[in-house]
Structure formats: C-alpha cells, structure tokens
C-alpha cells in the first residue's frame, strides 16, 4: 500500500486551519496537527480525532517543534488572528510571526519540506494604493497597537524569503484578505461574526467610525481552494487571496440585519486607532497563476454561515469549546 503524504498544519485548531485540516484529510494525506488553544477550539476538529491519519499535538511553535519520519508540506497557520486576540496577546502574536516561523522553517530545511506560510492583507496597512497589488509595501504603523500582528507577518515574509534565496528551501506565501464561514469565533471581534452573534442576542449591531471603511470577504471554501493551489503551484513570491467584491461596513451591517430579519437598530462606536480605511484584494496574480478567483457569492457564503451558528444555541457554542479532548491529544 502507499505511503500517505504527510502535512503539517500550525494553528490547525482555528478557524482557517481547521478548514485545511479537512482538506487534506479529504485528499489522502496523513494530517500533523499542531495548536497550543490560546485562540483555536479543539471542537473545530473534533470530527476528524477519531481518524488514524490525524494526529493532534497541544504544541507552542514558538518552542521547539518536531515530528518524526517523513514530512512533506507544512502549512504556518498558527496566530492570533483578530484584533480581540492580538491586543490581548500582543507578545505571543509576535512570538508566534518570529520565532515560531523560524521553528517552521527549520523543520521544512530538516525534512526538506514545502512550507506555505498565512501572510495577511494587514501587511499593507492603511493603504495609500487601492486596489492592493502584490507589488504594493505597504503603510504600516510598526508601534501602533495593530503593529504586533502587521510587523509579525511582515516579518514572516521576510524570513521566508530569506530561507528561500539562501537555503533553497521550497516556500509559499498566501496574503489572506477577509475570510468567513463556519467555526469562526463569534467573540473574535471580526466584523462579520460580531454582527451575527450581536444579531443572536438581540443586540444593536456595533459599527466603529461612520461605517464608510470597506471591507471585501471571501467565503472560506474560496480561500482553503486558493490556498491549496498556491502550495501545489512553483511560485515562490507573495500572492493576493482574497475576493475583490469590496463593501462598506455600515452597508455590510445593514446585509447582516436583512439576513438575520432581526430588528435591532445601529450603533456607532469611535475607530478603532490605525484600523484601515479600505480593504480590496487585486488577484489578477492568483488568476493568472493559479486559475482561481472566488465562486461563492457573499449572498450565499452569508447564508451557510448564519445557519451554522443559528444551528447552535449560544450555550451549546460554550460548551463545545469547553469540552474535554485529552484522549486524542499525543502527549
């Protein structure tokens, strides 16, 4: 019988790395699992504990990492993710884009690996160019409070690249724009689960400034595709994921409220500092190199991620990620 390809995926008990996990599973790999559950919830995976090609390990990558025998790919997912998150662990969100992606990339050398790693539109700012291109570098705030996560994943570009020229190493890098759907964290202080969980209590829906900053989503099964193609593609510089389908917030909210027929009303909170006034990926690149773009129309991608969390009481969504693992954790 054929040995199974195995993969390697930090972070892989949050919300985009529980989707990749999936996704391999799903193409015959053998699947590493590595996540220490600051932000992710072993609940994401817990369909796939169970399966003798998944294997789960509670690990901090900013550590020491290893795996025995062969390892084909990893894939760097591990961050905190959401500006929740980031000012509340602003040193493990630099920790994790430092030394956490040199501990990634040391392995990927060891084991001669492909390693994709999950940059972020973030890298761009507060953009002066609109749409953003790959070529763009960006405005960013290095000691504002949003800079422990722009300046970590800039720096993790950096590094990566640095692996590559000097050592040869086979590298990818994804700039994830916007991203939802299912398992995102309805307290992660994102927009889009933030209206919907403010929209399940009966909330008056939060938005910070006028509401005329943009944003532009991609519905999660479009970006795990991209992503997936990226690593499979020989392109080594950055590449754009994202859907350029741009939306202003106040008008983004107002969808959410018509989704959800709720009728609470708006309120508006002041802006958050260095929070970017547009956001809109230029994925000519992706479209070209890897023959993708979004199919998943926000009408539709909103809909299946209503009905994941409507699916749930908000007691039942506590409890899952409150839930007992250690069985299927290796030690």
Known sequence: MTQRKKVLVT??????????C??????????????NLITGKMSNVEHLLPLEQFDFYRQDISKFIHIPGDLHFILHFASPASPIDYLKIPIQTLKVGSLGVHHC???AKEKRARILIASTSEVYGDPEVHPQKETYWGNVNPIGPRGVYDEAKRFQEAMTMAYHTFHGLETRIARIFNTYGPRMRLNDGRALPAFIGQALRGEDLTVFGDGSQTRSFCYVDDMI???????MSDYALPVNLGNPDEITILDFAKEIMMLTNTEQKISFGSLPADDPKQRRPDIALAKS???????IAREEGLRR????F???SLEELHRMEHKNFDQYIVK
């Open 11 to 20: 972070g892989a008990a949050g919300f985009l790395g529980s989707h990749l």
């Open 22 to 35: 999936d996704r391999f599973i799903q193409e015959g790999f053998h699947v590493v699992a590595m996540d």
């Open 105 to 107: 990339l040391g392995l």
């Open 225 to 231: 595709e991209g992503i997936y193609r990226l690593l």
């Open 289 to 295: 190199l890897l023959d993708w773009q979004p199919r």
């Open 305 to 308: 991620t209503y009905a994941y």
């Open 310 to 312: 409507k699916g749930f």
